[in-house]
Every structure is written in C-alpha cells, then in structure tokens.
C-alpha cells in the first residue's frame, strides 16, 4: 500500500520556522516528482514547491526565497523547509507525488496528483 505520510506542522509566530516532511512508502519515488501544495480556508488550493525527479526545483512566487523543497532518495522522504512565515502561510500543506506533477502543475491541475499524503496544519500567528 503506498502511503505519503506528513509531520511538522504546527502553530508559530512570524518570522518563525518550520520544516515539513513527507515520508513516502509501499514504492520508490526516485522516478517521481513531489510537491507540496496548500489549501488555506476559504480559498483554492494552491501551488508551493515541487522537485523533479533528478532534484530540479520549482516554487510559488509567493514563497520563493523563504522556503525549500529537497529529497532524500535514500529514505524516500521529500521536506519543505519554511523560513520567514508570514500569517498569510496559513493553511492546510499537502504533499503530493505523480510521474506528471510537473505538466500538472503547469496547466493547474492541483487536484489530479496521482498520491496525495494527509494535510498537515500550519498556522503563523502575528
């Protein structure tokens, strides 16, 4: 059974951080890209970071420059680490892998991911 399995959210001040990581299990995502996407209340979900499968990085404007994606092949876990969090970082953060994540992303396709791990809560307090 394949699972993607998400910790590290939690509650901070901004200017906080936080790291989350998904762990991946039941395949080997070598051959995947994952990202991360968020759902805040009220709005669409939306588009964080993504690595290739050869480690090529992708991000939201919103978030380049304070946050980074990275993988660890060796324990198939993928991490987002967010540095800088403002209030407007609030939202549930998913982790997603898909052969295609890329070509989705790119025609905004945030729903169609082939797994999708639990949200994880993040909630930046001012």
């Known amino acids: 059974q394949v699972q993607l399995v998400v910790s590290g959210g939690g509650l901070v001040q901004a200017g906080d951080s936080l790291r989350l990581s998904c762990a991946a299990s039941g395949r080997t995502f070598s051959s995947y890209a994952m990202g991360w996407f968020r759902h805040a209340s009220g709005k669409e979900r939306e588009f964080v970071a993504a690595?290739?499968?050869?480690?090529?990085?992708y991000y939201a404007v919103s978030v380049t420059g304070r946050f980074t994606i990275s993988k660890d092949n060796a324990k198939n876990t993928v991490y987002l680490q967010m540095n800088s969090l403002k209030p407007e970082d609030t939202a549930v953060y998913y982790c997603?892998?898909?052969?295609?994540?890329?070509?989705?992303?790119?025609?905004?396709?945030?729903?169609?991911?082939?797994?999708w791990g639990k949200g994880t809560l993040v909630t930046v307090s001012s």
């Open positions: 997603a892998a898909d052969f295609d994540l890329l070509s989705r992303i790119a025609r905004s396709d945030y729903y169609g991911m082939e797994y």
């Open positions: 690595v290739s499968w050869n480690g090529n990085t």
